[in-house]
């Protein structure tokens, strides 16, 4: 770490002495320390996590449909992004019609049109395009099972068409990166070679990377939304997954900003005069469990393990920063319904596990060091392992980076049927990433998210109803059964709802904390020292 903070600083210096005198202001730059234990990939959708999207996807690039994060003070929903609308074909639900956003160019100087758009998805999907990226496809396959095809009708106009009706289809567009045609075809679609010098659309440019030590975003002066244009020069993004390392590179002002600070440092972040921001978002720190190998395949253990949590005392060990959970998505969501509500209980959860003949019951656990969302991973997880020990379970923690816990869960149970559980953190701001990839049979790993292979004729004909339903107030009511039934058949172990705490530097103005795993860094300014 002294290294990196050595190059922090060597850099800064270099960069004010570069810095005419002459000059009308003085460089502006925001620095932030992600959990991440990596810089997130520049070449189109990133990998890290939803870290990754916050601080890299959504900056370099845009995609078809954007996050509204403008506000605070409510739960963040899509917006136009390179498309200005949408709708379904009233001939065929099946079909959908993105008009895209005249004038918007890329990076590299090239115009975005709707053959870029085809181009794009092909890039994700069409193997043997020259341009095809088994990486990139990787990443998207989750929010693609339901795609079928793209076309161009004109040059502002693209036609979606999906394998069934899917009511829910443009939240899934918004994780799919445009990265420019021209650029790829320049370094001969070698994905490592644009990924050193990407172009997008974005509110920031690449500047400069020092591999696995800081990424540089300069401002983007004529992106096509201009109340986006970023109000600072530079964003430098430094990973950093310690978070004693954070909490001591922001005291010491080698940073501005801070993600996941750990509870015991908030008082004295808040002594030095830090802002601490946190705010209720749609988010869960959930196990997804395997349902055909091993213990939790029996709804008694399932639900012995959620009987066996006192989330109060996670809560207390957290600082605060954090709300209980009980089922997947928070009670602010409106389709949270009347959820089973599991209560601690430890004498109800030992005697399910009694009937279950799983005592003691061994169960494995994948879990990270750190990364986007996982709050404080190693102490949370050992405060849930004491306590379903405690009934009568044996916990092995099997732990590993952040990518590593990514990759296996795009892998799924099948390829690791020794591991019972993983604790990935989910955002569960739309419906489909909240709740339907994790129970829908047809998104069974490796297809899409549903690691554990759960599956529910039940479960899944409700499903098939919501992305039927195109009248929101109806589909309403049936994602509410759904929400209600993952309860009742404890899909998963839930603990908690982070607050989305961060540690800000005083001299960080603008920022607005939206309800949403992902932020608009582009309003902030930084003062002078």
């Known amino acids: 770490m002294k ?35 990596d810089i997130p990939l520049t070449a189109g959708i990133p990998d890290q996590g939803f870290e990754g999207w916050r601080f890299v996807g959504y900056n370099l690039y845009d995609s078809l449909v954007l996050w509204d994060l403008s506000r605070g ?108 045609p021209r650029r790829s075809a320049e370094v001969k679609h070698d994905a490592d070679a644009f990924a050193r010098n990407p172009s997008g659309t974005g509110p920031y440019r690449f500047g400069r990377m020092v591999p696995g030590e800081r990424l540089e975003l300069l401002r983007n002066a004529e992106y096509w939304d201009a109340a986006r244009v970023p109000k600072h020069d530079r964003l430098v993004l430094l990973p950093m997954p310690e978070a004693s390392t954070r909490t001591a590179s922001l005291l010491s002002g080698q940073v501005d900003w801070i993600e996941a600070p750990s509870p015991d440092a908030i008082p004295r972040l808040r002594s030095a005069r830090m802002q601490i921001v946190t705010n209720s978002y749609p988010h869960n720190w959930t196990y997804q469990l395997n349902f055909v190998d091993g213990a939790f395949k029996d709804l008694r253990v399932r639900q012995a393990a959620n009987y066996a949590l006192n ?43 009694q009937q279950a003949g799983c005592l003691p019951c061994n169960v494995t656990f994948a879990i990270s060091t750190s990364g986007s969302g996982q709050m404080q991973p190693l102490p949370m997880n050992e405060l849930v392992k004491s306590q379903l020990e405690a009934v009568g379970f044996k916990v092995n923690l099997q732990v590993m980076d952040w990518n ?78 759904i929400h209600e039934k993952m309860s009742q058949d404890a899909v998963m172990l839930w603990v908690a709802h982070d607050l989305n705490p961060r540690a800000l530097s005083p001299r960080v103005r603008g920022f607005v904390q939206a309800q949403s795993w992902f932020q608009d860094l582009t309003p902030i300014t930084v003062e002078a020292r």
């Open 3 to 37: 290294r990196v903070l050595a190059s922090i600083g060597a850099a800064f210096v270099l960069a004010a002495a570069t810095v005419p005198l002459a000059s009308a202001r003085a460089e502006t730059v925001l620095r932030i320390a992600m959990t991440a234990g």
């Open 73 to 180: 003070d409510r739960i963040a929903d899509i917006k136009p992004g390179l498309a200005t609308e949408w709708a379904v074909d009233p001939a065929n639900n099946r079909r959908w019609i993105f008009k895209l956003r005249p004038g918007v160019k890329f990076h590299d100087g090239s115009v975005f049109t709707a053959q870029d758009v085809v181009w794009n998805m092909e890039r994700m999907t069409k193997e043997g395009a020259p341009q095809f990226n088994a990486r990139q496809f990787a990443f998207a396959r989750g929010y693609l099972t339901n795609f079928e095809s793209v076309e161009a009708i004109d040059e502002q106009t693209v036609v979606f068409t999906t394998k069934t009706p899917d009511s829910l289809f443009p939240y899934n567009l918004s994780f799919l990166m445009m990265v420019s």
């Open 311 to 353: 989330r109060a005392d996670m809560k207390e060990m957290l600082g605060g920063v954090a709300l209980e959970g009980f089922a997947t998505v928070p009670p602010s969501t409106a389709y949270y319904g009347n959820p089973v509500r599991y209560d601690y209980d430890p004498a109800k959860a030992r005697a399910l596990l």
């Open 404 to 481: 590593a816990l990514l990759q296996l869960g795009r892998e799924g149970r099948e390829k690791h049927t020794g591991v019972d559980g993983i604790n990935i953190s989910r955002a569960t701001q739309d419906p489909f990433n909240g709740m339907l990839r994790f129970v829908a049979s047809s998104q069974a790993a490796p297809r899409g998210s549903n690691w554990g292979h759960y599956n529910s004729p039940e479960m899944d004909a409700l499903i098939t109803e919501a992305l039927s339903t195109f009248d929101a107030t109806q589909r309403l009511a049936v994602l509410t059964r």
